[in-house]
């Protein structure tokens, strides 16, 4: 149980484009969705914090009109990297929340970015 | 601030054999819990073990252990019989200040030679 799953797994775009990405908790109720982005041999740096039916909470640094976050449903939340730049290419990772906390997130598989 | 130091950027063992992965951490909070998750070149994140700051033995999980020294701010992942699937990046995270702040540390490649 606690499967989380991420569309695409893998990304190219154009600089200037914007490319979404979903998170979709497949066999749980997730109220709450963690979005992470990893750079190549480094830790996974939270983005923001989404919780079904409200705005997400975005971590310092993090740009909210670059990073859109939409928690939809219980079990999709997406994210859209708008007028994507090279310096976006990363792997972004989500997570899922059965109960909101922290404590217990279950991990998608990651998207991997490029932008060229 | 949280904070997870892991000082080994990289490490070898030799298949079947027993390897720790060094862990401490820096928080002011009295309630944290820390994690290890191992991160293989696939690149999804997988939950290996969780320790409470009040529990009193140390964690295990089949071949994984953690070694939680409280005293010392240490939570290290020891894994038995390495084997070669092992291989992969591991990371050490915190959850504290309520279960508000969760930090990972900046991970361990971890090599298993055969």
């Known amino acids: 149980g606690a499967v989380v799953s991420q569309h695409p797994s893998r990304v190219i775009c154009k600089s200037g484009t914007s490319v979404k990405i979903e998170c979709r908790s497949l066999?749980?109720?997730?109220?709450?969705m963690f979005w992470y982005r990893q750079f190549p041999k480094q830790s996974l740096m939270l983005m923001a914090t989404?919780?079904?039916?409200?705005?997400?909470?975005?971590e310092q640094g993090v740009e909210k009109d670059k990073f859109l976050i939409n928690h939809a449903s219980l079990t999709l939340s997406t994210l859209t990297v708008t007028s994507a730049h090279p310096e976006d290419s990363s792997f972004y990772i989500c997570?899922?929340?059965?109960?909101?906390?922290?404590?217990?997130?279950?991990f998608g598989p990651g998207t991997r970015l490029t932008v060229t | 601030a949280q904070k997870i130091t892991q000082t080994q950027p990289g490490m070898f063992v030799q298949e079947k054999e027993a390897v720790t992965l060094d862990c401490t951490y820096d928080?002011?909070?009295?309630?944290?819990?820390l994690f290890w998750y191992k991160q293989p070149s696939s690149g999804e994140m997988i939950f290996l073990i969780y320790?409470?700051?009040?529990?009193?033995q140390n964690a295990t999980e089949g071949r994984y252990s953690l070694n939680f020294q409280k005293a010392r701010k240490s939570a290290n992942l020891v894994i038995s019989a390495s084997q070669l699937g092992d291989s992969a990046m591991y990371f050490c995270?915190?959850?504290?200040?309520?279960?508000?702040?969760?930090?990972f540390g900046p991970g361990t490649r971890l090599s298993v030679l055969p």
């Open positions: 997570s899922a929340s059965l109960s909101g906390r922290k404590f217990e997130q279950y």
């Open positions: 995270a915190m959850i504290s200040n309520y279960g508000q702040n969760f930090v």
């Open positions: 066999d749980f109720q997730a109220t709450t």
């Open positions: 989404s919780n079904e039916g409200s705005k997400a909470t975005y």
């Open positions: 928080t002011s909070d009295p309630s944290y819990g």
């Open positions: 320790q409470g700051s009040y529990d009193q």
